[in-house]
């Protein structure tokens, strides 16, 4: 691939899993060399990785130190500048050099820059603090800051968005469009991508095996490539028809003639028997070209997600919970009657109990105190945070055979290549072989596979790319079974704004 990032770049590199995201980012900053082909860089550069190493007994002070050493420098070499002109020397030069490197920098804004960022991600300013210290998401807080606090020509991030609440998720789209640099970012952050990204390089599969950019922000690329994927499609249906009646008009001439049926009635002249048989084979070895020289040369198109049709009822009574509440997970009793055909958002802080409340729900808890009701004949699938042990008893299991055991409880079960969630590569994989992103699909496949009248859905945009959640998103809101959504995403929350909304914060339910 060929890519360009520069001074005022918004460019966002966004994939399926395990296309080569976070492998792009440490190719252009240097991490990972490339196997061919050139990467030149210019000016300062800062890659925010998605992990961070403790690094022994560094300190925030050092992060800190490191990302303010150009300013610090440029201020020094002023100083001495200034000095020199001061004891009559002819520095006038290097005084200008210093200034305008000074300048360039803002360099004396440095120190608070940094103190800015660290507080608008709730980061630790303590500078004596060892970075051993801290959890991971504090860690990842100050290398953050640090990094937007360090105001490079180029920042990289490789989701950015972990470990931020909601004031910091503010804080960071801020800063980034107002960073006076070049950016590259890798998100799944949907939110992040329209309020930020103005290009996209996208790596997922194309007609040319090439990745494709795409301008006009998150609406253009996601135009766009809706528009590409058409015509691919369109045109490899187009090549498969063709071939497929090439192959009908060989396979009849061919029965034509081991049958019989071009020879003329009894009677006919021996002349006009052979005419026939003649033109009857030319016929056939006609058709048997045209199929040889028809080629298939548009490769298949990925797959797309195909959510099969419901048949749950509108209005059925599915479940009831009274005031229940559950010991140490679920402590504010919730109340909540769901029936066929409805629709709730769950939102609330991380603790709150948005994932013990579904499972609750869909039967994997019992509460601790109140009242719960399942219709017995109710189907309830549950897409849960953590994915399932997958039958640790035999690990080794691939893929299809996991997910024919939902086939076997339900013989109606659509094929796992008709919901096109996972290439056909995959479906003999080891179960154990599979990354998040392709367990997380072969775990919303059972869910779909089970028809159920109620869908739990505790944050299913983990782990899946941007363009598979719009298309789930859009499916949420036209099945007809109950759909209950529990997610932090802020591009879904708003999406399904005018969806009801039960919010466990303990201060709405005070």
Aim: negative net charge; charged residues 25%.
């Amino acid at each position: 691939m060929d890519v360009t990032v520069s001074a005022g770049s918004r460019l966002a590199i966004v994939g399926d899993n395990g296309r080569g995201k976070t492998t792009l980012l440490h190719v252009l900053a240097g991490v990972v060399t490339p196997d061919s082909g050139v990467v030149t860089r210019a000016g300062s550069l800062v890659l925010v990785k998605q992990d961070m190493l403790t690094e022994g007994d560094r300190t925030v002070g050092d992060l800190v130190a490191e990302a303010t050493a150009p300013s610090r420098a440029a201020l020094q070499a002023l100083d001495v500048a200034s000095a020199a002109l001061g004891a009559g020397e002819d520095a006038a030069d290097a005084y200008s050099a210093a200034l305008e490197t000074a300048t360039l920098l803002d360099a004396w804004d440095a120190e608070r820059r940094v103190d800015i960022a660290l507080a608008g991600l709730d980061a630790c300013g303590d500078r004596g603090r060892l970075l051993s210290t801290l959890s991971v998401g504090q860690r990842y807080r100050v290398r953050l800051a640090v990094a937007l606090g360090s105001a490079p020509d180029l920042l990289l991030l490789d989701e950015p968005t972990n470990h931020l609440d909601g004031a910091g998720l503010s804080f960071l789209t801020d800063r980034l469009r107002e960073h006076p640099g070049g950016l590259a970012l890798v998100s799944h952050d949907r939110a992040l991508l329209r309020d930020v990204a103005t290009s996209f390089l996208d790596l997922d599969p194309t007609r040319d095996g090439r990745p494709r950019v795409y301008s006009g922000g998150y609406q253009g690329w996601s135009e766009g490539r809706q528009r590409e994927r058409a015509a691919w499609e369109q045109d490899h249906a187009d090549q498969v028809a063709q071939h497929q009646e090439l192959t009908r008009a060989a396979a009849e001439a061919r029965s034509r003639l081991s049958q019989g049926g071009w020879r003329p009635d009894k009677g006919t002249g021996k002349h006009q028997r052979a005419t026939r048989a003649a033109g009857v084979v030319q016929a056939f070895n006609r058709r048997v070209e045209d199929l040889e020289r028809h080629e298939i040369d548009v490769p298949t198109p990925p797959l797309r997600l195909g959510w099969p049709v419901s048949s749950a009822r509108p209005g059925q009574s599915i479940v009831t919970a009274a005031m229940v509440s559950v010991m140490d997970r679920l402590a504010v009793p919730v109340s909540v009657d769901i029936s066929g055909g409805d629709r709730l958002l769950v939102t609330g802080p991380n603790g709150a109990g948005k994932s013990t409340l579904l499972g609750l729900l869909g039967r994997r808890l019992d509460p601790s105190a109140g009242q719960l009701r399942v219709n017995p004949g109710a189907r309830v699938a549950l897409l849960s945070q953590e994915v399932p042990d997958w039958d640790d008893a035999r690990p080794a299991h691939v893929v299809f055979e996991t997910y024919l055991a939902t086939q076997v409880r339900r013989s109606q079960a659509p094929s796992l290549g008709s919901l096109g969630l996972l290439e056909p590569a995959a479906t003999r994989t080891p179960v154990g072989r599979l990354s998040q992103g392709q367990q997380r699909r072969l775990h919303l496949a059972m869910c779909l596979a089970m028809d159920p009248d109620l869908l739990l859905l505790d944050e299913p945009t983990n782990h899946l790319s941007s363009s598979l959640v719009d298309d789930i998103t859009t499916e949420l809101v036209r099945t007809s079974c109950a759909v209950i959504v529990a997610t932090h995403d802020r591009q879904m929350l708003a999406d399904l704004a005018d969806w009801p909304h039960l919010s466990l914060d303990p201060k709405d339910l005070a």
